[in-house]
Every structure is written in structure tokens, then in C-alpha cells.
């Protein structure tokens, strides 16, 4: 397990600073703000925390309201809305400098026997071993210089290995341009069978390329272009149980963009073809003017 890792999961460790009411911090990087799949899968876990363990996450509804400022801890405010025979509804607000900055509703439902089918195609990909991961893909693309050096040099919690273009690639190549990103993951340690942490690593891992799949389709890049993007809202369906630390591919779109937003969509396979997770989310995206 790298550092980034055992950094993460010490992230996820919330602290209970009374009923209902848990404290996280944010890692110790020069960022103007907080990661959004951080503060999704904090608040994931606090709702988590209040809940029966009989209970599986099957769904988050969350709205990111204000940047997160990374150099002071964030308050998660739970309220138990309800606690029925089958399932259990909890609201999350995150709280920075007295004011709401993220809120989130998630469900937790009991396991029951249901219809089951599934309709969804798992995309065609080569296997994640044969792929070159993302960094070893910039480094060839950006050389010797300095500033992308020291970045790609960070450890990151997350593997993550691209089965299409980079919108970086895609912003010198018209060609490979495209609304589709297939993008393999996993976190490379054997983590504990706690079904809630392998939901929280996924919310986490989720951020990381849907608004990079509306970029994909423009040729837009945050490495060299001139825009300026935030999530908005986030959603998410858990629909059966998988493991973060096995392979998930992420299978995104992006349908449709205009007046500053763009939406996007995912879908998480595990590498048998099983739909594990949908996600859908809305952002904004501004090209500055010079």
C-alpha cells in the first residue's frame, strides 16, 4: 500500500466530535480547494456511521455548493430523516467557516431477494495490464518539463489506466476528440471486506474523469487551455456488492454540454461485465477570455 493510500483511508477515519456530528481534514497539498470525490465520500461516511450494519449504501444524491478551503477541517452534520423496517435515509451537510459548502442525501437498504437483469453492455477494452497507466502515459506526452515532472511524480491512491484518449492527447489531435471515456481503476492493496469503504473508495475514484469526458468531446484540457470547471451535483446507484481493490472499468459519456454546464455519466464494471455502479453528474465548465 503507497503512502497516498494509507493517507486516504486516514482521511476517510472521520472523527466523531459528538452524536451525529464528525470532523475530517483534507491532505496536506497545495490546492486552492478540496477534491469533490473527497468530501462525497467523507460525508459518505459519516452518513455511514449512523447507520444499522445491515444496511448497504444503494444510492447518493449530493449538491456541491461552495469550494472547500484544504487548510481547515470540514464539520459533517448528519440528520437520521428515517429509519423505516427496509430502508434508511440519512441527509449530510459539510460545514467550512459557518456555512454549508456540500450537501448530500444517501439510502441505505437491507438485503432482499428482487427481479434481477441486467441490460447494460460492458465496452470492449484491452485488459488493464496491457494498458500503460495514466502516468506513464503523460510522461511520454509532456518530456522533460519541470512543472508536469513534479506532479506526475506524486503518489496517487488510485491506479488508473486509460483505454481512450487523455483530453490532454485529444486537445493537439481533432481526431480524438470524443463524448466516450473508458477509463480502468482499482486501488492496488488488499483492503478490508468493509462493504461501506469499498462503496466510499468508488464515490471517491468516481470525480476523478467525468468532467474530463466533456472536455474529451471539445478538445478541451486543463493542462493548456483556458477554462475554468466545478462540479455541481453528483449521483450515484449502488446496485450490488464489489470490491475497490479488484479492477472496476469506468465507462463514461457525456450526452450533452452548453450554457457553462456539461453533463456526464458512468457506468462501473467489474472485469467480468457485472454493472456494479451508475453515476451521473452535472458541471459547470467556463472558457475564460483572455
Not at 470540514?74 to 467550512?96: C, K, L
Not at 480502468?184 to 466510499?200: G, I, K, N, Q
Not at 446507484?237 to 457525456?254: C, G, I, M, N, T
Given at each position: 500500500?503507497?503512502?497516498?493510500?494509507?493517507?486516504?483511508?486516514?482521511?476517510?477515519?472521520?472523527?466523531?466530535?459528538?452524536?451525529?456530528?464528525?470532523?475530517?481534514?483534507?491532505?496536506?497539498?497545495?490546492?486552492?480547494r478540496v477534491f469533490g470525490g473527497q468530501v462525497a465520500a467523507q460525508a459518505?461516511?459519516?452518513?455511514?456511521?449512523?447507520?444499522?450494519?445491515?444496511?448497504?449504501?444503494?444510492?447518493?444524491?449530493?449538491?456541491?455548493?461552495?469550494?472547500?478551503?484544504?487548510?481547515?477541517?470540514?464539520?459533517?452534520?448528519?440528520?437520521?430523516?428515517?429509519?423505516?423496517?427496509?430502508?434508511?435515509?440519512?441527509?449530510?451537510?459539510?460545514?467550512?467557516?459557518?456555512?454549508?459548502?456540500?450537501?448530500?442525501?444517501?439510502?441505505?437498504?437491507?438485503?432482499?431477494?428482487?427481479?434481477?437483469?441486467?441490460?447494460?453492455?460492458?465496452?470492449v477494452t484491452p485488459d488493464p495490464l496491457t494498458l500503460p497507466t495514466f502516468?506513464?502515459?503523460?510522461?511520454?506526452?509532456?518530456?522533460?518539463?519541470?512543472?508536469?515532472?513534479?506532479?506526475?511524480?506524486?503518489?496517487?491512491?488510485?491506479?488508473?489506466?486509460?483505454?481512450?484518449?487523455?483530453?490532454?492527447?485529444?486537445?493537439?489531435?481533432?481526431?480524438?476528440?470524443?463524448?466516450?471515456?473508458?477509463?480502468?481503476?482499482?486501488?492496488?492493496?488488499?483492503?478490508?471486506?468493509?462493504?461501506?469503504?469499498?462503496?466510499?473508495?468508488?464515490?471517491?475514484?468516481?470525480?476523478?474523469?467525468?468532467?474530463?469526458?466533456?472536455?474529451?468531446?471539445?478538445?478541451?484540457?486543463?493542462?493548456?487551455?483556458?477554462?475554468?470547471?466545478?462540479?455541481?451535483?453528483?449521483?450515484?446507484?449502488?446496485?450490488?456488492?464489489?470490491?475497490?481493490?479488484?479492477?472496476?472499468?469506468?465507462?463514461?459519456?457525456?450526452?450533452?454540454?452548453?450554457?457553462?454546464?456539461?453533463?456526464?455519466?458512468?457506468?462501473?464494471?467489474?472485469?467480468?461485465?457485472?454493472?456494479?455502479?451508475?453515476v451521473v453528474q452535472e458541471a459547470m465548465i467556463r472558457e475564460l477570455k483572455?
Amino acid at each position: 500500500m503507497n503512502e497516498a493510500l494509507k493517507e486516504l483511508l486516514d482521511l476517510l477515519d472521520l472523527e466523531q466530535i459528538e452524536l451525529d456530528i464528525f470532523r475530517g481534514r483534507s491532505p496536506e497539498e497545495r490546492i486552492q480547494r478540496v477534491f469533490g470525490g473527497q468530501v462525497a465520500a467523507q460525508a459518505l461516511v459519516a452518513a455511514g456511521r449512523t447507520v444499522q450494519s445491515d444496511r448497504n449504501v444503494h444510492s447518493l444524491h449530493a449538491y456541491f455548493i461552495r469550494p472547500g478551503d484544504p487548510t481547515i477541517p470540514i464539520v459533517y452534520n448528519v440528520e437520521r430523516v428515517r429509519d423505516g423496517r427496509s430502508f434508511t435515509t440519512r441527509r449530510v451537510v459539510a460545514v467550512q467557516h459557518g456555512k454549508a459548502i456540500f450537501t448530500m442525501s444517501a439510502s441505505f437498504h437491507v438485503a432482499e431477494e428482487g427481479v434481477e437483469h441486467q441490460a447494460a453492455v460492458m465496452p470492449v477494452t484491452p485488459d488493464p495490464l496491457t494498458l500503460p497507466t495514466f502516468q506513464e502515459r503523460m510522461n511520454e506526452l509532456v518530456g522533460a518539463d519541470p512543472m508536469w515532472r513534479d506532479w506526475l511524480s506524486r503518489e496517487r491512491p488510485v491506479e488508473a489506466r486509460y483505454a481512450s484518449p487523455l483530453t490532454f492527447e485529444a486537445s493537439k489531435d481533432p481526431a480524438l476528440r470524443s463524448a466516450q471515456t473508458n477509463v480502468w481503476f482499482r486501488y492496488d492493496a488488499e483492503l478490508p471486506d468493509d462493504p461501506l469503504l469499498h462503496v466510499v473508495l468508488a464515490a471517491y475514484a468516481s470525480d476523478y474523469t467525468l468532467v474530463d469526458t466533456v472536455l474529451l468531446a471539445h478538445g478541451l484540457s486543463w493542462g493548456n487551455s483556458n477554462i475554468m470547471g466545478a462540479s455541481l451535483d453528483h449521483a450515484m446507484w449502488f446496485h450490488r456488492p464489489f470490491r475497490a481493490d479488484d479492477w472496476l472499468l469506468y465507462a463514461q459519456e457525456s450526452p450533452w454540454s452548453g450554457g457553462a454546464r456539461g453533463l456526464a455519466r458512468g457506468q462501473m464494471f467489474t472485469a467480468s461485465g457485472d454493472l456494479v455502479v451508475s453515476v451521473v453528474q452535472e458541471a459547470m465548465i467556463r472558457e475564460l477570455k483572455s
